[in-house]
């Protein structure tokens, strides 16, 4: 070839360009310095180079030596093969060779492997440097935040006090609420910020703090640091499948940690501590293993988590679809086969609450004052924690005032920037002060010698009052429970119609109890579902359900009836009623009422009027909600009355003066023509209007009568 274009790695342009190439055929790759050659992934120039090579527009690679190019055996023998190809030849500071030839074939080959296998040993005996370092404690360790390394290469605790309390409250509201995830919901309602590090861009670091997030709550409970033990190779990468380079990192166990020296430097919890928070975490997870409780939920179901199966072991998971159950799915699940058992949550939970209740009664004494104790503790963690920030922001104030008393008074755009800032910190402290104020307004009052004096009083009832207070959440139930019971085993085969109650305590004993099962149904008893029908056929549901109470008749579940239970019942023993809500035939119903649309084809009006009677309670029926299905009474004389051609006589009163006539008001006069106290009449001689009756016992007023004679054209009574 006349001219070859070159492309030469790690070497200079003036070296090819004096061997006699010109410089505008040589191209120089620089791009992977720095970078290992361990893999091709992330290095663009060999990349570039390899693509140039099989596109033929490279005559001769140089290079001061091949092992540069890769320290991958793979990726060196495809470059070899694509230069064999398209004739390309390769140069180092030892010679030129010709892929096509064998000979320099092998003896690339031979520099390519012995390339590898350098960086291999390289990379050997690095690591176990890196090991040994670890062994020994020496390897220092990206420190987090709340931890500080001395000149000597000592870890110590940040000077920080601020910084130490934070990190001790989240650790003591593990101790007490049992979860990560109720921890940010404590922070979150009590406006607590956690700290965090930062850079301040000259390779420091700087703390900073924002408001409390689960991942760094997280990291806090899971860090072994903060127990005061160096720990290396906590996690490790694995390579994914099909991605090039990309590593994944996965957690280890504990026992297969590189490094674990516990006790290492001070903490802010015991090893002890840090352990049982572990435990409790891996519990709380969703996909934890069969024999992890969780994190105790609000659910009606107080035994979830801790309840077995006794023919399978494995938990009774509780389900809520129509009523609280616990049930075994574990086989069904798994292999398809029947379910093992099932119970009610109710006769359970109430026979291990009731073994709880009565295995605390000689703890009672101080049971109260505990929970006092521990709400005052919070408070004055709260505080703590409140005035460390105010006495933060306060600073950053008065740091702010310094920096701008300092400036030059003359130079208004640095005096003007430090005095926004100053402004800004000044509402930074104003704006904790406030929130400090309202939470301090809404905290509680610490109990006084008086008050703890009357708790001891009350101790011997305070707790089943507590467990059956409606302050007290499921959850706290549970957790009480799980204080006390590890676990609860529940057997249905040992005993028809009972359960076997196994209860596993904390301290090892052991306690069994056999209840009763609840029958699988409750039936209405028959002189019941006799009265029942018989009421059906002359009136409605509800006057049925108040009838059935009068005369001390229960429901099936010994409770009240209503108008609901009635219609259940109807329903379930196909009893039909003639008192229904709507019409589904001519005529009268079961109790003689009419629907609006049959009264109003009797009376010769639509059926608008009709309704429009009822409302101004001129009419005598029943409508029991807004837009229901009207039905009004009427009999012969109701017909009489209402169809205008009963007489004007004497003792009736315009229905406009009847409140002053009766002394009534319009309200309670309608609920006497509803009762039968007072009749209505349509005088049709009277251009169809409405008059009320008083009753004979009550007669109207002898000027009302005289003025109604006038009117009308009688005389007078």
């Known amino acids: 070839m006349s001219t070859w274009r070159a492309r030469p790695c790690n070497t200079n342009s003036p070296n090819a360009v004096s061997l006699g190439w010109p410089t505008e055929q040589v191209q120089i790759i620089d791009d992977d310095l720095g970078k290992s050659g361990i893999s091709s992934a992330e290095r663009t120039g060999f990349q570039t180079l390899v693509t140039a090579v099989g596109l033929a527009q490279v005559g001769i690679i140089l290079v001061t030596d ?79 935040v709340g931890y500080d390394r001395l000149a000597d290469g000592r870890v110590v605790l940040t000077a920080d006090r601020q910084v130490q309390d934070a990190i001790r409250l989240v650790f003591a509201l593990f101790r007490q609420l049992g979860s990560a995830h109720r921890i940010l919901h404590y922070c979150r309602d009590h406006q607590l910020t956690l700290p965090y590090l930062t850079s301040d861009g000259l390779g420091g670091r700087l703390v900073a703090w924002r408001p409390a997030d689960f ?78 409780a969780g994190p105790a939920r609000e659910g009606s179901a107080l035994l979830q988590g801790i309840v077995l199966c006794a023919r399978c072991g494995r938990p009774l998971r509780p389900r809520y679809r129509n009523k609280p159950i616990y049930v075994c799915e574990a086989l069904s699940q798994a292999l398809a086969q029947p379910r093992c058992q099932r119970f009610g949550v109710t006769h359970v939970d109430a026979a291990v609450t009731e073994l709880l209740l009565a295995a605390v009664q000689p703890a009672q004494l101080e049971l109260a004052l505990v929970a006092s104790q521990q709400a005052e503790a919070e408070r004055q963690q709260l505080q703590r924690h409140w005035l460390e920030r105010l006495e933060h922001a306060r600073y950053e104030a008065t740091l702010a005032r310094r920096r701008y008393e300092q400036v030059d008074p003359d130079n208004r755009l640095v005096a003007a920037e430090l005095e926004r800032r100053w402004e800004e910190q000044l509402v930074a402290v104003q704006t904790v002060e406030r929130a400090w104020t309202e939470l301090q307004a809404a905290a509680p009052l610490p109990l006084s010698s008086a008050e703890q004096a009357q708790i001891r009083r009350l101790a011997r009832k305070i707790l089943p009052a507590l467990w059956h207070a409606p302050t007290t959440t499921n959850a706290d139930r549970k957790r009480l429970l799980r204080c006390l019971i590890k676990t609860v085993t529940l057997d249905s085969f040992s005993q028809v119609g009972f359960t076997r109650i196994q209860v596993l305590w904390q301290t090892g004993a052991a306690t069994e109890v056999t209840v009763p099962r609840p029958r699988p149904g409750c039936r209405t008893p028959q002189p019941v579902l006799a009265r029942l029908r018989e009421l059906a056929a002359t009136e409605p549901d509800y006057r049925i359900a108040e009838i059935l109470n009068a005369e001390g008749r229960q429901t099936a579940t010994h ?53 429009d009677w009822y409302r101004r309670g001129r009419l005598v029926g029943e409508q029991r909600q807004p837009h229901a299905p009207l039905w009004v009474r009427l009999t012969e004389a109701d017909h009489h009355r209402y169809s205008g051609a009963a007489p004007l006589t004497p003792d009736l009163i315009l229905e406009a003066d009847a409140p002053s006539a009766l002394g009534l008001s319009p309200e309670q006069i309608r609920q006497q023509v509803q009762a039968g106290s007072l009749l209505t009449f349509r005088i049709w001689r009277t251009r169809r209007r409405w008059y009320v009756q008083p009753p004979p016992q009550n007669p109207i007023p002898h000027s009302l009568e005289v003025h109604y004679a006038d009117v009308s054209g009688f005389p007078p009574a």
Not at 104 to 132: I, P, V
Not at 282 to 287: D, G, I, P, S, V
Not at 575 to 588: D, L
Request: aromatic fraction near 10%; hydrophobic fraction near 35%.
């Open 215 to 292: 991942t760094a709550i997280y990291q806090i409970l899971k860090r072994p640091i903060y127990a005061g033990a160096y720990a290396y190779g906590r996690t490790q990468g694995q390579h994914l499948p099909g991605s090039q380079g990309k590593v994944r990192r996965q957690r280890l166990p504990q026992e297969k940690w590189i490094v674990l020296k516990p006790d290492a430097h001070e903490g802010y919890i015991t090893w002890a501590e840090y352990q049982e928070n572990q435990k409790q975490l891996a519990e709380n997870r969703q996909l934890a293993p069969p024999a992890a």
């Open 559 to 611: 409770h009240a009836w209503t108008k609901e239970n009635v219609r259940q019942t109807r329903i379930k023993y196909r009893i039909p009623t003639a008192c229904g809500p709507y019409a589904r035939q001519p005529g009268p119903r079961g109790d003689g009422l009419f629907s609006a649309a049959e009264a109003a084809q009797q009376l010769n009006v639509s059926p608008g009027m009709i309704c």
């Open 66 to 144: 091949v092992s540069r190019l890769a320290r991958n055996c793979a990726d060196w023998y495809r470059l070899l093969d694509l230069a064999s190809l398209c004739a390309t030849l390769i140069s180092d500071s030892a010679g030129i060779y010709d892929p096509r030839l064998f000979d320099d074939r092998l003896l690339l080959g031979l520099k390519g492997t012995f390339a590898e296998a350098q960086w291999y040993n390289m990379r050997t005996h690095l690591t176990a440097a890196l090991f040994n370092k670890a062994r020994r404690g020496e390897l220092a360790l990206r420190l987090p």
